[in-house]
């Protein structure tokens, strides 16, 4: 029988999956920890468990269409219910997008939206009939604005918000509150798998890992339903609201380079 509530965060190998993983274990979640690396995700696991709590792991590719059904699938039938979801996950990469390969773009919309609006269609329905239940998006401070040398990025973050406040307005009232974080430049794999290790963005000010975790985090205990990460990312969003939409992507790409 279940005895502790279970937190399911993808992206679980690395960055800012790891740091989650790690928040709800102290605060003795057991965790289901999901990720396309096994290897790495047992490693965790031992890591975990050793705090007292249960780690699952269960490895996933979520650019595949039919991962998200059979990773519900897998944990109905080991009987694992899920109390919250942490959408982490995600890809991106630095290319204009006449140039870049269709095949890498499509696998992005893939991870960052599709997977993440069925993951959440999934675990929902037995969040609300449980009266219970918390649901984390990661989003990007990239999500207000175009992103010139990054689009589609930019734009599956804009619709992780969008997405995150509609159906968080929607759950009123039924126990489960849903959240989008939205963190700026940060330590993580990201940029270097991105291609944007040398760009203006991350040679600038970069939070680390566990700052930008521990805030979302909060944000989820909290039920916010839009929290950005960092007083600097805070002003440039407010900023960004009184700037015409035209100068902001000019601004945006110079800084893309």
């Given at each position: 029988?279940?005895?502790?509530?279970?937190?399911?965060?993808?992206?679980?190998?690395?960055?800012?999956?790891?740091?989650?993983?790690?928040?709800?274990?102290?605060?003795?979640?057991?965790?289901?920890?999901?990720?396309?690396?096994?290897?790495?995700?047992?490693?965790?696991?031992?890591?975990?468990?050793?705090?007292?709590?249960?780690?699952?792991?269960?490895?996933?590719?979520?650019?595949?269409?039919?991962?998200?059904?059979?990773?519900?699938?897998?944990?109905?039938?080991?009987?694992?219910?899920?109390?919250?979801?942490?959408?982490?996950?995600?890809?991106?990469?630095?290319?204009?997008?006449?140039?870049?390969?269709?095949?890498?773009?499509?696998?992005?919309?893939?991870?960052?939206?599709?997977?993440?609006?069925?993951?959440?269609?999934?675990?929902?329905?037995?969040?609300?009939?449980?009266?219970?239940?918390?649901?984390?998006?990661?989003?990007?401070?990239?999500?207000?604005?175009?992103?010139?040398?990054?689009?589609?990025?930019?734009?599956?973050?804009?619709y992780v918000v969008s997405f995150s406040e509609g159906i968080a307005?929607?759950?009123?009232?039924?126990?489960?509150?849903?959240?989008?974080?939205?963190?700026?430049?940060?330590?993580?794999?990201?940029?270097?798998?991105?291609?944007?290790?040398?760009?203006?963005?991350?040679?600038?000010?970069?939070?680390?890992?566990?700052?930008?975790?521990?805030?979302?985090?909060?944000?989820l205990r909290r039920g916010r339903t839009l929290s950005i990460h960092?007083?600097?990312?805070?002003?440039?969003?407010?900023?960004?609201?009184?700037?015409?939409?035209?100068?902001?992507?000019?601004?945006?790409?110079?800084?893309?380079?």
């Amino acid at each position: 029988m279940q005895t502790k509530r279970t937190a399911l965060i993808t992206g679980a190998s690395s960055g800012l999956g790891v740091e989650y993983a790690k928040l709800f274990a102290a605060d003795q979640h057991d965790v289901v920890l999901v990720a396309r690396s096994e290897d790495k995700l047992r490693a965790l696991a031992a890591e975990l468990e050793q705090q007292g709590v249960r780690a699952h792991v269960y490895p996933a590719d979520l650019s595949r269409a039919e991962a998200p059904r059979e990773l519900f699938d897998a944990l109905t039938r080991d009987g694992i219910r899920v109390d919250v979801l942490v959408n982490n996950a995600g890809l991106g990469y630095v290319s204009t997008f006449h140039a870049s390969e269709l095949r890498s773009e499509l696998e992005m919309v893939q991870v960052n939206v599709t997977a993440l609006t069925a993951l959440t269609h999934l675990f929902l329905p037995g969040m609300v009939q449980q009266r219970y239940g918390r649901v984390l998006n990661i989003a990007s401070t990239a999500a207000f604005q175009a992103g010139p040398g990054m689009s589609v990025y930019f734009a599956t973050k804009a619709y992780v918000v969008s997405f995150s406040e509609g159906i968080a307005h929607e759950l009123r009232g039924t126990g489960v509150t849903v959240t989008a974080h939205c963190p700026g430049a940060t330590h993580t794999g990201f940029a270097a798998v991105a291609g944007a290790g040398d760009t203006l963005l991350f040679k600038g000010a970069v939070a680390s890992a566990d700052a930008t975790a521990r805030h979302g985090y909060l944000a989820l205990r909290r039920g916010r339903t839009l929290s950005i990460h960092g007083l600097l990312n805070r002003l440039l969003y407010w900023g960004g609201l009184l700037t015409p939409r035209w100068l902001l992507t000019r601004i945006t790409a110079r800084m893309m380079k």
